[in-house]
């Protein structure tokens, strides 16, 4: 299991990138059986950010799990991805075997940070 924020697996692709290891570490994601990337979507994607995206979604199929959490509505997603052709090709991939869990309520930071009990 690998747990990453979205702005830093981004990052870590980027420096990757640079650092000419980019497949290297490609490779060592496909091989994770579940991929968690937290708090995806505030920022639209640059193309680099869109092509690495659909390369790890499209590894992640029939060989692991990705598991996504975003505070950004799903049906704001494609803006979000920001080409047309890649963002149906990844939210294609991504909800082929999907399991959708929309969260209601209020949030369950403003209790850690109050003090307040969730049954008030």
Known sequence: MLYKR??????????A????RLPRLMTALERIRLLIIDDWGP???NPDQRRDLLEIV?????RGSLLIT????VNRWHEVIGDPTLADAIL????HRAHR????????????????????
């Open 92 to 95: 294609d991939r991504i909800i």
């Open 43 to 45: 920022e639209p994607l």
């Open 17 to 20: 990138r640079g650092e000419g």
């Open 6 to 15: 979205a702005s830093r697996l981004f990052a870590d692709l980027a420096q």
């Open 58 to 62: 499209d590894d992640r199929d029939d």
């Open 70 to 73: 975003s505070q950004v509505p």
């Open 101 to 120: 869990i929309d969260l209601k309520g209020p949030s369950l930071r403003r209790h850690l940070v109050t003090g307040e009990s969730s049954a008030a």
